[in-house]
């Protein structure tokens, strides 16, 4: 069965710092990998995907994320953190097999202090 | 502009009503989906569609109900068998389901009971 897990409720960061959202995940055969944004009261907002390729993923608005399949892992990055990052951030996995269907883990949200 | 549309965005239900959430899109998306967000608990399924005509249950899917007779909408309601349905509900659509597409969302309807 499918499951992606993101092991921290929240994450604490001050601005101008380098920013990581992990997330791991379990799939059967190979995955396909996302990043969503949601902002207070907004919907999803997709940020970057991975599906195959180079492991490192450039997304919108300075993320990306790198995959490690050995690890499992696709966390979530950014060099230098903004005020106007802070939000609930989720991470996404469907796999090739088992009919496509997207899990989405239970979101983990950043806060950046000025 | 492409995108989904939810209404409407916020919605006050007596107890034993029925309401009807609409989602509308104008992207030519085969696929939709609805979601349940509560906090702390992520992103729950409760209906999705592929194709007009269709639609299978999600993992949520007891107190809620769908149509999809035209490719553009995919409205929920919410029966008065739900006994808890206070909650922030998304609805997303993707091109043909093969896991590989990112979802769009629209900006979510919440519901409140009274």
């Known amino acids: 069965a499918q499951s992606v897990a993101q092991p921290e409720d929240q994450v604490n960061v001050a601005e101008g710092n380098p920013l990581t959202v992990k997330c791991t995940y379990s799939v059967s055969g190979n995955p396909y990998l996302f990043w969503y944004v949601q902002y207070p009261n907004r919907g999803l907002q997709f940020l970057l995907k991975?599906?195959?390729?180079?492991?490192l993923v450039k997304g919108s608005y300075g993320f990306e994320a790198e995959f490690n399949k050995s690890q499992t892992s696709f966390h979530l990055k950014k060099p230098s953190a903004l005020v106007s990052d802070s939000a609930l951030y989720f991470c996404?996995?469907?796999?090739?097999?088992?009919?496509?269907?997207?899990?989405f883990g239970a979101g983990t949200r950043l806060f950046v202090k000025a | 502009d492409g995108g989904i549309t939810q209404s409407p965005k916020y919605l006050f239900r007596k107890e034993g009503q029925n309401v009807t959430l609409s989602c509308e899109q104008n992207l030519n998306h085969d696929a939709m989906y609805w979601y349940r967000q509560d906090p702390g608990q992520g992103l729950r399924l409760i209906y999705y569609?592929?194709?007009?005509?269709?639609?299978q249950k999600g993992d949520i899917a007891e107190g809620y109900s769908v149509s999809r007779e035209k490719k553009e909408s995919f409205p929920l309601t919410v029966t008065s068998a739900q006994k808890n349905p206070t909650a922030f509900y998304l609805c997303?659509?993707?091109?043909?389901?093969?896991?590989?597409?990112?979802?769009?969302f629209g900006s979510g309807t919440r519901l409140t009971v009274v």
């Open positions: 997303a659509s993707s091109p043909p389901e093969r896991g590989i597409y990112g979802y769009t």
């Open positions: 991975y599906i195959t390729g180079d492991n």
């Open positions: 996404a996995v469907s796999g090739n097999t088992g009919g496509f269907k997207t899990i």
């Open positions: 569609s592929q194709i007009v005509n269709d639609f």
